[in-house]
């Protein structure tokens, strides 16, 4: 019987290693899976490169796991959020490596990623710093330039519902980038507010199959608040 | 290259124009929306253009964090908190309207799908160039989803204040901070003008009540003309 449904953070965490690249979706607070967030900051495994839109806000979560230098690197689009004191610090002291990619093209990177494609050409970029030293084509006349696949060793998503082979659904906009995310990883640990049973959910309304998910944990925490 | 506004002009007591305000700069852009638009609006003065679009009018107003048919504002009793947008602050969805996840929102944005996109910028250029994402090479950059949609939505339009604080044109014939993308600025609505880019400069159509040309010019580094 195929269950991915484990019953400690501990489970859902184990094997993560050090140096390890790891997925964190959401978009600010909403669709962040922060119970997963905090298991590895108890799991321990340390420089890491972490993916998220955000650099982490306040002193929790993302922000927490940055301030214990267990982040090598961080690689996204938006750091400057509202209230992003811990890695601004890191930053300016030169603790920490930012890559800042946009945003469309961070989700494209892993979108290729999971569906087996190596590199694409985007017209995102073209002529800005962000393109320097990568490879520039000309289709039909207009400007591209190379992007890589991007993989991670292992993604931390957020999700609404799941069942035991791991099928999930995502609730409004924290859909965001769980669903590319999960697909672009070895390793997917999902978290959800809630376990159905297998069947249960609409086969025409699951948001990510479970092909894509390795573990899911319970966790049934109610509102996210925005930060 | 920069100029300063000559402060004869400005100093010399009250200036004989009234700037328009962040709400109506968003008002002024909000009329010129046609029915029907596909629009996303950027962080800042962008976002408020939302709430002047007139409710007979059917404009479709995209988040790039996988909204489609974004409305306003909800009451305090009406919030769903996993609905939010760009800003991170509580939207609500109109009638129609459906979520996508992020590879897909951003191919309907590269992918040439939306009508128009609404954005703040530093600083825009004759050409088209314009920067809104970092202010030198060593500042912390934050680039979100600005070169994506600047590369990928049909028309893309600034809205931003002139000048600096201190006087100095955001309108200019070369952009000095780093690019956003290069040439995709079709139109900048000001709180002193509303001006087509124009390649050589720029085109005004419309101007704050009282100014004169002459002194749009004066705080303005690329060459104006009139629109057509």
Redesign the interface.
């Known amino acids: 019987m195929i269950n991915k449904i484990v019953q400690s953070m501990a489970e859902a965490m184990a094997g993560i290693r050090d140096g390890a690249v790891v997925l964190i979706g959401g978009f600010g607070s909403i669709g962040q899976p922060n119970a997963l967030i905090d298991g590895l900051i108890e799991q321990g495994a340390k420089d890491l490169t972490v993916v998220a839109n955000n650099a982490g806000v306040g002193r929790v979560g993302l922000a927490r796991l940055m301030e214990l230098g267990r982040v090598r690197k961080i690689v996204c689009s938006y750091p400057r959020t509202t209230d992003p004191v811990v890695f601004e610090a890191l930053y300016r002291d030169g603790k920490i490596e930012l890559e800042v990619m946009p945003q469309g093209t961070m989700a494209e990177r892993m979108r290729a990623a999971g569906a087996g494609i190596p590199a694409f050409y985007t017209p995102t970029s073209v002529g800005t710093l962000l393109a320097k030293g990568k490879e520039l084509r000309e289709f039909s006349g207009r400007h591209y330039v190379l992007e890589q696949a991007f993989h991670g060793d292992v993604a931390l998503i957020e999700a609404w519902e799941a069942d035991r082979w791991g099928n999930l659904t995502y609730k409004s906009s924290a859909r965001n980038f769980n669903p590319v995310m999960a697909t672009a990883a070895k390793l997917t640990i999902a978290q959800a507010q809630h376990i159905v049973a297998l069947g249960e959910l609409d086969p025409e309304r699951v948001h990510t199959a479970g092909i894509f998910v390795d573990r899911v944990v319970h966790v049934p925490y109610g509102e996210p608040t925005v930060t | 290259m920069t100029v300063k506004a000559k402060p004869s002009r400005l100093a010399a007591g009250k200036p004989a124009w009234k700037p328009w305000t962040r709400e109506e700069i968003a008002a002024r852009a909000a009329r010129d929306i046609p029915e029907g638009f596909y629009v996303n609006l950027g962080i800042g003065i962008p976002v408020l253009v939302a709430n002047y679009v007139p409710p007979e009018r059917e404009v479709v107003i995209q988040?790039?964090?996988?909204?489609l048919g974004m409305g306003p504002e909800p009451a305090p009793a009406e919030i769903?908190?996993?609905?939010?947008n760009a800003s991170?602050?509580?939207v609500s969805?109109v009638p129609g309207g459906s979520?996508?996840?992020?590879?897909d929102?951003?191919?309907l944005?590269?992918g040439g799908h939306l009508d128009l996109c609404v954005l703040g910028a530093f600083q825009v250029a004759a050409n088209g160039?314009f920067a809104n994402w970092?202010k030198s090479?060593t500042d912390?950059?934050?680039?979100?989803?600005?070169?994506?949609l600047a590369?990928?939505a049909k028309s893309v339009w600034l809205l931003m204040d002139h000048t600096t604080k201190d006087g100095e044109s955001k309108l200019m014939r070369r952009c000095t901070y780093?690019?956003?993308?290069?040439g995709a600025a079709k139109r900048v609505y000001t709180n002193l003008a509303v001006l087509d880019v124009a390649g050589d400069g720029f085109a005004v159509r419309e101007m704050a009540p009282g100014l004169t040309f002459e002194a749009l010019q004066d705080v303005t580094d690329a060459p104006l003309r009139t629109a057509n």
């Open positions: 988040s790039e964090n996988g909204v769903n908190r996993w609905l939010i991170k602050k509580y969805l979520y996508m996840h992020h590879a929102s951003f191919g944005i590269r160039d970092s090479e912390m950059p934050s680039v979100g989803g600005a070169m994506d590369v990928g780093p690019l956003t993308a290069i």
